[in-house]
Every structure is written in C-alpha cells, then in structure tokens.
C-alpha cells in the first residue's frame, strides 16, 4: 500500500488535478492532460492530449498543443497536433477544465474537439463516467512539492468509461466510431522536462472477466547531473475494488524492470512485490505498432515518445496470500520515452 490513504489519494490527487504552470511566473514546464480508450471488442484505440510547453530560453511564449490518434490495428494509425500561443488556451488552476483555441476542451467529464493536420483530420465528443477512483503515484504529498522527482504523475479518473463519438478524415476514407462504454483512462503528468528514458502502462481491458486495472511507470530520472544507473520502477493493481501500490522507496529499489528501446517488439519485463502482494510480467509491441510522437524538451534534445495503446501484457498477480494467476489483454497502453533517434519507429507528429 501507499502511504497515503484512499481518501487522502482522492484529496490529494484532486489538488493537482488543476494546472501547475504559473503564466504570471513562468518557468520552463512540459505539462500534459490526456484520455485514452480502447474499443473492448475490437484492437483500436484513441488518445486525445492537451499540453503546454515552456521553453527555458523564453518561457513567456508558451504554446498550448491538442493532439490526437487513432490506433488501429493493420498500422494506419492517424495522428494529428496543433499548437497556438498559451494566451489562446485557457487551462484551470481549479481542476480540469481546459480550452485550447477552437480545436479541444476537456474536463474530467467530457471532451471534444477538431484537429487537422495536412489531409488528416480528426474529431470526437464524448462523455466520461466510470468510476470515481484516482491515483495519486507518490506515495507522499511532499514529494510532489520537492523537486525530486522532476517529473510528477496523477490519474484523476484511473478506471474510466466513455461514450460518444471519434471520427477519423483522411484523403483515402471517413470513419465514424461509436464509442459505448469504452474502458478509459484521464491522466496528468507535468514537470522541468521529459525524463531522460522512461516507461509507463496501463490497462483495464482484459481478455475474460477479470477485474483488474493496472498502471505502471519507470524512468532513469537525473540524480544530480547525471541519470539514474538503475530503471526505477512503480506499479499499481486495483484488484476488485482493492488497491496494491507498489511506489514506497524500498519497493521501487528492490524492483526488476528490463526495457528493450532498440530491439523488435519493444518490450518491458518487470517484477516487484510488498507484504501484500507479489507482481511479474511483461509488455510487447512491434516497432511497427508505435506512432512516434515528438516531445519537445524546455533544455536538451528532443524525447521521442514511441506510443500504443495496443501493446501485449501478460501479468501475473500473487494478492493478499492469494494463489497467484494471471491476466492478459492485447488493449494495453505502452509508451516510451527516449532520446536515442535509432529507435527504428515511424514518426508522425
């Protein structure tokens, strides 16, 4: 378990669910909201991102950026971005509740939105349910305060449903997606910069009926002016409705995680355990099955973001002096976060 209680995850998360970048004191900042979704019947999936970027040399002249993708499984995902001056966007400091000029607004119980890119063009309005349940991933309200880590993780809406619709315009064709509670996720992220080389998964669309909803991240964060030797890794199981986080410090150290950037599929393997509950497994996805993503840095080169939301997971569980068993689902999001360009993946935005 955390350190922090449920309702104190709840209060705690609703605390930085509002934006972090001050316009009045700007200071260098990626900061990013997004939804995620997978059809449950089907391998495809969408992802829709509002971001902001400050820039170290001038981070007055911040941007706003709505993105959007549509993964589908024969590889002709879509993804489209735009980006206008922040003094177009309006980002909440009281929770989410966000506008980016005519193309996007999001809030923690709907979104919609139009964004083109060339020949492609992609819209959606949908409305988000499902449980209430978030996630905070420090296990400690200073640590998001501190410096360290640079980079800080919510999930306000862990376990979510949406309803609506996701259409994809292209040159070759129009598609209509009807979207019937499709398990989600809405997620925040915000900080200085990208960590160097990172990791994070989740899933809550299995095959069989399980109840299981899984997020994970690892990253080499800098320890002063170098990275760290070693991938730090988190996870977190909500196993019927029961909540095992594997983020307190001994956890995170004693933790086994092996990412493969270069190799085809691109995989994580990993392994930690608690008191309560022991965890093995592994994500796989073909370099083909990544869209590349461009993540703009405030200082140093670019991360590129190598992203699915179709990857494979096979998870093992040992819970509360349970047998252990195992989950799987082809419907798991999978992004990685490098700044080696000889990471062989297709890029898009």
């Known amino acids: 378990m955390s350190d ?6 709840q209060q705690t998360c ?51 950026e709505a993105w959007a993708i549509a993964f589908r ?29 005519d193309v996007l607004t999001m809030t923690r119980l709907a979104s919609a939105g139009g964004i083109e ?26 640590m998001y305060e501190k410096k360290f880590p640079a980079q800080k993780y919510v999930s306000p809406r862990l376990d979510a449903r949406i309803t609506g619709k996701f259409q994809v315009h292209t040159e070759a064709s129009d598609e209509t997606w009807d979207i019937e509670n499709w398990p989600a996720l809405l997620g925040h992220n915000w900080g200085a910069g990208n ?4 990791a994070w998964a989740h899933c809550n669309a299995w095959t069989g009926s399980e109840e299981v909803v899984f997020e994970a991240v690892a990253g080499k964060p800098k320890l002063g002016p170098a990275p760290s030797p070693k991938l730090l890794s988190s996870f977190y199981v909500r196993h019927r409705g029961v909540r095992y986080d594997m983020n307190r410090v001994g956890t995170i150290l004693g933790a086994r995680s092996r990412l493969d950037v270069t190799g085809d599929p691109k995989t994580w ?27 703009a840095n405030p200082t140093g080169p670019v991360t ?3 992203n699915s939301k179709l990857a494979t997971i096979r998870l093992s569980l040992a819970l509360s002096g349970r047998h252990a068993f195992e989950v799987r689902s082809d419907k798991c999001a999978f992004e990685i976060g490098t700044r080696d360009p000889h990471h062989g993946v297709r890029m898009y935005v």
């Open 195 to 198: 960590t160097p080389l990172y």
């Open 73 to 101: 499984e024969d590889g002709t995902s879509v993804a489209v971005k735009t980006q206008v001056p922040f003094a177009r966007a309006r980002f909440s400091r009281e929770g989410i509740d966000i506008s980016i000029a």
């Open 4 to 9: 922090l209680r449920r309702d104190d995850v």
């Open 117 to 142: 890119t060339g020949d492609r063009k992609v819209t959606w309005d949908f409305s988000i349910g499902g449980r209430e349940e978030a996630l905070v991933h420090l296990p400690t309200r200073r």
């Open 269 to 295: 393997r990993f392994s930690a355990k608690t008191d309560l509950a022991r965890i093995e497994g592994e994500i796989s996805c073909a370099t083909s099955g990544f869209v590349g993503l461009y993540y």
């Open 304 to 306: 590129y973001c190598l």
């Open 14 to 64: 609703a605390l930085y669910e509002g934006v972090r970048f001050d316009a009045l004191a700007p200071k260098p900042h990626v900061e990013s909201y997004f939804v995620k979704a997978n059809d449950p019947f089907r391998r495809r999936a969408l992802w829709v991102r509002a971001t902001i970027f400050a820039s170290r040399r001038d981070p007055s002249a911040a941007i706003a």
